[in-house]
């Protein structure tokens, strides 16, 4: 007979998850996907598969990695391709502050006061939005929001790994959608005008020619993974048991811990003033030395990293000292040596995951695949809104091979642009419609660096999660992502919309 855990999980989600989590263990599974790379550079060498990069127009070949060159090339960079792994300096680091607070207690006690009031689905909605607004953070995102919402759930007596899937969701999914404008206005927009002046030699479009379209979209994502999170994800969780048998934290908390959250606040705040003062001079070292600006290209937004690892060691310790867990340099030690220990698997992993990426990369097999892509989609002759829904599809489809949007939109902006501008569509809305699609599938490729860390932290509260667990989640939330931006493409396109300041749906 069937206990009740498995009789509660059926369904197509469900089978993903017993199937997925068949799949070998991660470590192994990136070394079989590797060593297909590497077949597939070989096939494809022989077939003499090709490119044209559409901005230098340079013609990009599939390199054979299983050649002498390529075994040469695979033993020289083994050892760079684990210390340069993109997010590796930075999880330790960040995974040590803010284990320091969470190993004092501070995220417990302070999460405790924050919601000790806080009812119903309004919660999840909240911090829905949160994730969306710590895309100005970049990447930290996700390694900073999946934890601290897991924690809010499990504090608020819900399953607390659909807090983690939630804040992983939608960090990822809404990452180039914009509540405050970003990084990704900055970055992406000179490429767009860029591949504009091959029609329009004189184009030029303001960075925010996109906004009012972006920040509906980061609503949309938001209401999205609300919904997800309450009809799918916790039903097919179900009640939460720790090993302990408990379902749920205690919300009260201590006078003595209230007292050392107000301290470790204060000595964050104080920081925090000394920062926003030192940005203050037209003449700080903080901003831009030609142009003075704060935000674009700055010191203050290249440092943004260290600003949050400050705030969370600061914090953890002014906690730890204020309740009596930290009487000194010993005591911090071993609170980041605990840290670090959870981090072990991760760390593992990334020796697998480095070669993988490195491999990729040198095959030239992700490019060819942008690009080839883009091609085949601008030979379709189809109304401008299904083309449109269709380019946010390849976006998103592209994404789950090629991690930056950069990257991704140096290849497609050349090709789309331009083509959309003899349909006469606005450059701000082909960006816009780019965005939507890498965003919606970030939290679901396996291939993206900040998945395996995914993996680590839902394990903190379910030892047998594994890929299939995180699959099974994230498919409904990249389904209705990639539904309300479809939605919204459509709507926006029909009704003539203006996508943001100085842009527009039509080129004329």
Known sequence: MKNSEETKKRGFLAWIERVGNKMPHPFKMFMQITAFVLVCSLAFSLLDVS???????DTIKVINLISIDGLLL????FVKNFQNFPVLGLVLILGIGTGLCERTGLFSAAIKMGLANTKGNMVVFIIAIIGLLANQAGDVAFILIPPIAGAIFHGMGRHPVAGVFLGYATVGGGFTTTLIPSGMDVILTPVTI???????????MPILSGYYFLCVSALLCAAAATAVTV????????EYRSESGETAQDMRVSPE???AVKRAGYAVLIFLVLLAAACVPASSFLRNAETKSLMIRSP???????????????????????????????????????????L??????VIAIGQFLFLFAQSNLGQILAIRGGEYLASLSVPIQLIAVLFVLLSAFVNLFIGSGSTKWMLLGPIFVPMFMQLNIHPALTQAIYRLGDSGTNHLTPLFAYFAILLSTTQRYNKNAGMG??????LPYAGAFLLVYALQVVVWITLNLPTGIGGGIWLN
């Open 51 to 57: 490119a044209t990069h559409p901005t230098t127009k």
């Open 74 to 77: 695979f033993m020289g960079n």
């Open 194 to 204: 860029q591949a504009a002046k091959m029609i329009v030699p004189d184009f030029d």
């Open 231 to 238: 009809k799918v994800i916790e039903p097919m969780l179900g």
């Open 257 to 259: 811990e209230a007292r």
């Open 300 to 342: 203050f937004m290249a440092n943004m990293q260290f600003y949050f690892i400050v705030v969370f060691v600061l914090a953890g310790l002014v906690y730890g000292k204020s309740i009596g867990k930290i009487h000194g340099v010993n005591d911090v030690v071993k609170l980041m040596e605990e840290s670090v220990r959870t």
């Open 344 to 349: 072990v698997p991760f760390i593992v992993l």
């Open 469 to 474: 667990t995180l699959f099974s989640a994230m």
